[in-house]
Structure formats: structure tokens, C-alpha cells
């Protein structure tokens, strides 16, 4: 069990379109869903939090209107990279957990951006 | 930031057994320590966990410091699919988040490279 699906896994979109990234929970129900991005031979970076029918909590220096994130349901988030320049460009990954401390983090397989 | 300091990479041989170290020193009485793996292109994936005692399962073991201020990711037999980034993260129970999910800080990780 505890399987996330993420989808599109490549997407190669013109710079100034706004890009879509889904994260679904299959078999349980997410109260949070986090957000990484990930550039190449570098460590994920936590972007945002996402609480099912709460406005997302962002890191620090993560542009909020830039990166719009939506968890309308308990199995469903979705980031939407809008405007997307070149340096928009990496690999994003969404992670789900159940909550609380008995419950672990599973995480999707990454998203590859390339804004051309 | 991450608390945790690991080596940057290592190296094994298939079928050999693999020790992969994690210094904590500042780790809380309440923190979990925790093993994520990433493949190549890959989403990250559980490896193990644990909080005083030594873990096994199938996939790893996981030996804890009696002060707990390391631990060892233990492989028993490396294969060639175990080639993959490994992050050794402690699980901060204090900084839950609206939703009671605390958020998974990822540090460098150790990159470990299985030779056939």
C-alpha cells in the first residue's frame, strides 16, 4: 500500500506557459502533501507544504505566485509552475503522508521540467 | 538545515555487505531517525527507520549508537539495484506542521556506487 502517483513524469514546455503537476495518493488519504524541487547532482529542497483545504505553507524564498499549489482533496495536490522561465527548469517531486507520527512519507516518482 | 552529516559517497562490491554512516549529534530525545533511498531519475523511497533499537527488515538493517548520536545503514548484500543516493534524516517531531505532519529536511545524502 501507500503508493503516489505523479503525473506528467516529463514535461518540456515554452518559456511564459504555465505548467500543471499533479500528486495523487491511490490507496490512502493525504492531510499533507509536500513539494521538492530537485536540480541536478543536488538534494531535494523542500518548496511548500500543502494541507488538504488550507492554503499551502511555502519555504523561504519560494515565490508562492509563481509556484501555485492547490490540495483540493485528501488525494489529490496539485503544483502549477506558472509563467516558467528556463531556470523553472528541474525535477519536481511531490510526497504524501497520512499524518501524525505513526504514518510515513511516500513519495511520487519526479516530474522533469524542461521550459525551452 | 539538515542535522545530520554523512560521507559524501561510497563505493561497494556486488554481493558484499555495505555499512553506510550517519552522524546525529544533535539529535532530540523524540527524534526518529530515518533512511530514504533515491534511485537515479526516481522519487525517493523508505528504506528503514528507527528510534533506540537496533532495526531489521527486509531490505536493511539499522544499527543506533547506545548515545544515539550516530547510526549505521546496514545492506547485507549489495546488488547493483542498490546503487542510489541515501539520505539519513531525523524526523523532527518539533517542527509539525498546521496539518500535525512534521516535514522531511533532506540533507546531501551518501551516493553509493555497487561495482559488479
Known amino acids: 500500500g501507500a503508493v503516489v502517483s505523479q503525473h506528467p513524469s516529463r514535461v518540456i514546455c515554452k518559456s511564459g506557459t504555465s505548467v500543471k503537476i499533479e500528486c495523487r495518493s491511490l490507496d490512502f488519504q493525504a492531510t499533507t502533501m509536500f513539494w521538492y524541487r530537485q536540480f541536478p547532482k543536488k538534494s531535494l529542497m523542500l518548496m511548500a507544504t500543502?494541507?488538504?483545504?488550507?492554503?499551502?505553507?511555502?519555504e523561504q524564498g519560494v515565490e508562492k505566485d509563481k509556484f501555485l499549489i492547490n490540495h483540493a482533496s485528501l488525494t489529490l495536490s496539485t503544483l502549477t509552475v506558472t509563467s516558467a522561465h528556463p531556470e523553472d527548469s528541474s525535477f519536481y517531486i511531490c510526497?504524501?503522508?497520512?499524518?501524525?507520527?505513526?504514518?510515513?512519507?511516500?513519495f511520487g516518482s519526479g516530474t522533469r521540467l524542461t521550459v525551452v | 538545515d539538515a542535522k545530520t552529516t554523512q560521507p559524501n559517497s561510497m563505493e561497494s562490491n556486488e554481493e558484499e555487505p555495505v555499512h553506510l554512516p550517519c552522524n546525529h549529534s544533535?539529535?532530540?530525545?523524540?527524534?526518529?531517525i530515518h533512511w530514504y533511498r533515491q534511485l537515479p531519475s526516481q522519487g525517493p523511497e523508505y528504506v528503514i527507520h528507527?528510534?533506540?533499537s537496533n532495526v531489521n527488515n527486509r531490505m536493511a538493517s539499522l544499527a543506533i549508537a547506545e548515545d544515539r548520536k550516530s547510526s549505521t545503514l546496514i545492506l547485507h548484500r549489495a546488488t547493483l539495484r542498490d546503487a542510489a543516493v541515501y539520505y539519513c534524516?531525523?524526523?523532527?517531531?518539533?517542527?509539525?506542521?498546521?496539518?500535525?505532519?512534521?516535514?522531511?529536511?533532506f540533507g546531501k545524502g551518501t551516493k553509493l556506487t555497487v561495482n559488479p
Open positions: 528507527g528510534l533506540t
Open positions: 544533535t539529535i532530540s530525545g523524540t527524534d526518529y
Open positions: 534524516i531525523l524526523r523532527d517531531f518539533g517542527a509539525i506542521t498546521q496539518g500535525g505532519s512534521e516535514k522531511l529536511v
Open positions: 510526497s504524501a503522508t497520512r499524518g501524525g507520527r505513526l504514518y510515513g512519507y511516500t
Open positions: 500543502s494541507n488538504e483545504g488550507s492554503k499551502a505553507t511555502y
